[in-house]
């Protein structure tokens, strides 16, 4: 089963409009983290977000934030106020439990289109 | 500056042949990731290194060696065993110990293996 899902494969969205990037995890395990990466063409992976399962407010970080919600295990990526250079791949990857030596276990990505 | 750096950028392999990707960081890392990205695909763990002179397997291990000799260098190999190495190949580094910054890994710009 996947532990990470990312169920939209690619998104178009229009220049300075507020973006959503949708991602649902599956683990038994308490301790947990959260994050996601962004990956421009170039290639590189830039870390943008963390959350952990124990956090109990939604982590921003400028104009990423994490609309965390533990009960309906979903952990989404909001982009306020897109821009031309938000366009990239978005990754969603999860350490899952105390000793798995941080592990990260990744999704699929979402391919994000800004239009200008 | 503080960063992790691979070389080449990209590298051409024939039949046959072995090839070593580099990987350095000057962040003081403990830990080392190597991960293979497959087009429109997330990350697969190869090997992972917590400390110097230990190493330990990922998920798709076969066909490829690392070492760890030094804090800062990671390399991999990509043996004659690994009939399909065309792949972006990326090292990530984490500090050691709990937290949201230590349970981060940075990553470096990747490497394009290509088979001739």
């Known amino acids: 089963a996947q532990k990470i899902t990312q169920t939209q494969p690619g998104m178009f969205v229009q220049e300075k409009e507020a973006v959503t990037l949708d991602c649902t995890y599956d683990t038994s395990d308490p301790s947990y983290g959260l994050f996601w990466y962004k990956q421009p063409s170039s290639g590189e992976m830039i870390f943008l977000i963390y959350q952990g399962s124990y956090d109990q407010q939604n982590a921003t970080e400028g104009r990423y934030s994490l609309n965390f919600q533990k009960a309906r295990k979903s952990a989404n990526l909001v982009i306020s106020a897109s821009q031309l250079g938000d366009s990239a791949m978005y990754f969603c990857a999860m350490r899952e439990g105390r000793d798995s030596n941080y592990q990260l276990i990744w999704g699929a990505g979402t391919k994000l289109i800004i239009k200008p | 500056d503080g960063g992790i750096t691979q070389s080449p950028k990209y590298l051409f392999r024939k039949e046959g042949q072995n090839v070593t990707l580099s990987c350095e960081q000057n962040l003081n890392h403990d830990a080392m990731y190597w991960y293979r990205q497959d087009p429109g695909q997330g990350l697969r763990l190869i090997y992972y290194s917590q400390i110097v002179n230990d190493f330990q397997k990922g998920d798709i291990a076969e066909g490829y060696s690392v070492s760890r000799e030094k804090k800062e260098s990671f390399p991999l190999t990509v043996t004659s065993a690994q009939k399909n190495p065309t792949a972006f190949y990326l090292c990530?580094?984490?500090?050691?110990?709990?937290?949201?910054?230590?349970?981060?890994?940075?990553f470096g710009p990747g490497t394009r293996l290509l088979v001739l």
């Open positions: 990530a580094s984490r500090a050691s110990g709990r937290g949201p910054t230590r349970e981060t890994q940075y």
